[in-house]
Every structure is written in C-alpha cells, then in structure tokens.
Antibody
C-alpha cells in the first residue's frame, strides 16, 4: 500500500523559513516523480513544485518566485520542500502527491499524503 | 497557464439521484484530465484519470467523459459517502485545478 506522510509544518513568522518532509513507502520511490500541492484554508488546490524520480528534473509554479526549493533523498525515500521568505499568503495545508506513472512530468496524482499545515503569522 | 473552470459551484442533490459536474479548460488539454474527491479534513482522492478511466477501487457509479476543453463527471446514483467537493485537474501543461464543485445533500 502506498503511503505518504508529511511532517514539518507549524507556525512561522513572516520572512521565516520552514522545511517540510514527506516520507514515502509502499512503492519504488526513486521511479516516480513527486509533487507538492497546497491548499489555503477554505480554498482550492494549487500545484507548487515537482521533482522527477532521479531528481534531475525540477519545476516550480511561477508564483513562488524562487523562494521554495524541492529536493529528494531516494536512499531515505523522502521528499523535501525548503520554504524561505514565507508570507501570510503561503498559509496552507501542504500535500505531497505521487505521479500515477513513471513518466515525468505531466501526469495525474494517484496518491496523496494527509497534509501538513503551515501557518505564517506574527 | 491553462485555467480550469468548474460549474456549478454548489450542486444540491438528493441521495439516489444523478449528479452531473462540468469542467472547462481555457485551451485544449486533450484527455489529460483528472477528477478528485475531497472530504472535509481529508486529502484529495483520485477518481478519474485520462478523462474517463476510473482509478483503482473507484465504484462504477462514477464516470468521466469529454476531451479537448469540455469534461463531465457523472455520479449515477449518489450515496451518502459521495457528498464532498470535487476538483478537476489538467495535466497537459503543468498542473492546474478547477475551483471545485461542492455536492451537498438536498
């Protein structure tokens, strides 16, 4: 069974940093692209970033303007999102989501974690 | 960016009735269209991909159709567990989601 477990969320002040993690199990982690998707309170879903299975291809949503960095450690089956210069509008539940096939990077998301809440507030 | 527009925003349906949800893309996405179901406090769950293929374990009462710019999700006979928010997503060019349709009990 595929499992994705996010952690690292919490309360951070504007301008601060946070690193999210997503621990994966139940599939060959290094074979699949994984994305971060966020959802502001009461709002819809917004794709944030994707990294290919090997880590060689990385893409970000234009709105992030270089503040976020995605990475992965295939030896630990873990995905990361380093978030810097955080703003109030980054407040959201952050989900990691697995690609539905081994191709990268235009695929649906067939498995999602339960999410981790990031609150940016003073 | 491809903009996805869902309608209606809210759909009030009685249990056992049919629900039809629409999704329109601002440009063609071929059949690179997925539907997700989200219940309060839960992560989205994949229902449909490739516009019409049900994901593993999804009941047959869920069906998807369409291609290009117009897509439909149909729930043939609503069960109590189907009341939720539904999102369409294009994965033709990066990923964008519709704003969601809330299916509520009438």
């Amino acid at each position: 069974e595929v499992q994705l477990l996010e952690s690292g969320g919490g309360l951070v002040q504007p301008g601060g940093s946070l690193r999210l993690s997503c621990a994966a199990s139940g599939f060959t982690f290094s074979s699949y692209a994984v994305s971060w998707v966020r959802q502001a309170p009461g709002k819809g879903l917004e794709w944030v970033s994707v990294i290919s299975g090997s880590g060689g291809s990385i893409y970000y949503a234009d709105s992030l303007r270089g503040r976020f960095t995605i990475s992965r450690d295939n030896s630990k089956n873990t995905l990361y999102l380093q978030m810097n210069s955080l703003r109030a509008e980054d407040t959201a539940v952050y989900y990691c989501a697995k690609a539905g096939s081994t191709s990268c990077c235009n695929d649906y998301f067939d498995s999602w974690g339960q999410g981790t809440l990031v609150i940016v507030s003073s | 960016e491809i903009v996805m527009t869902q309608s209606p925003a809210t759909l009030s349906v009685s249990p056992g009735e049919r629900a039809t949800l629409s999704c329109r893309a601002s440009q063609s996405v071929s059949n690179n269209l997925a539907w997700y179901q989200q219940k309060p406090g839960q992560a989205p769950r994949l229902l449909i991909y490739g516009a019409s293929t049900r994901a593993t374990g999804i009941p047959a009462r869920f069906s998807g159709s369409g291609s290009g710019t117009e897509f439909t999700l149909t729930i043939s006979s609503l069960q109590s567990e189907d009341f939720a928010v539904y999102y369409c997503q294009q994965y033709y060019s990066w990923w964008t989601f519709g704003q969601g349709t809330k299916v509520e009990i009438k």
